[in-house]
Every structure is written in C-alpha cells, then in structure tokens.
Nanobody
Framework: QVQLVESGGGLVQAGGSLRLSCAAS????????MAWFRQAPGKERDFVGG????????YYADSVKGRFTISRDRAETMVYLQMNSLNAEDTAVYYC?????????????????WGQGTQVTVSS
C-alpha cells in the first residue's frame, strides 16, 4: 500500500526558506508522477509543482516558478519541495501526491495517493 508522509513544515518569516520532504513507500515509483499541492483556509487545493519519478522532469505553477524547486531521491524514495522567498500568500497546508503515469496534471482528482499534509505558515 502506497504511503506518503510529509514533513518539514513550520513557521517562517517572509523572505525566508523552508524545505518540505515527502517519504514515499509501498511500491516502486518508476512510471509515477509525484506532485505537491497546497490548500489555504477556505480555498481549494491548488497544484504547486510536479516531478516525474523516472526522468526527473519538473513542472511548476506560475505562482511559484523561480522560487520553488522540486527534486527527488530515487534511492531513498523521497520527494522534496525547496521553497525560497516565501510570502504570506504561501501560507497553506502542503500535500504530497502521486499518480501512475509520467504526465503532469494539475487536477486534484487525477492523483491517487495523498499524504496527510504539513502546515506552512509565513509571517509578514
């Protein structure tokens, strides 16, 4: 059974950085796409970025492009989200997600597996 466990959230000042981790287990992820989403209070869950497990190709939402970087460690089956130049609008619960297939999609329901989320709060 696939399990995704996020960690690394917390409180950070505006302009600061934070790195989130997602520990993936339960199967081999070759051929999968991993992604990060976020959900602010009272808002829908939004796509942040994704990475293909095999090739490491990345794709980002316009709102985070140039500030956030996704990477993965295939040996450790970890996915990371490095977040720089954080601002108050980045405050949200961040979720790790996985789907079969090497195609990016921003659509929430196309992801089959989800972590429990980790809170990121940016103080201004």
């Amino acid at each position: 059974q696939v399990q995704l466990v996020e960690s690394g959230g917390g409180l950070v000042q505006a302009g600061g950085s934070l790195r989130l981790s997602c520990a993936a287990s339960g199967r081999a992820f070759s051929g999968y796409t991993m992604a990060w989403f976020r959900q602010a209070p009272g808002k829908e869950r939004d796509f942040v970025g994704g990475i293909t497990w095999s090739g490491g190709w990345t794709y980002y939402a316009d709102s985070v492009k140039g500030r956030f970087t996704i990477s993965r460690d295939r040996a450790e089956t970890m996915v990371y989200l490095q977040m720089n130049s954080l601002n108050a609008e980045d405050t949200a619960v961040y979720y790790c997600a996985a789907r079969r297939g090497s195609r990016w999609t921003e659509v929430v329901y196309e992801y089959e597996y989800w972590g429990q989320g980790t809170q990121v709060t940016v103080s201004s």
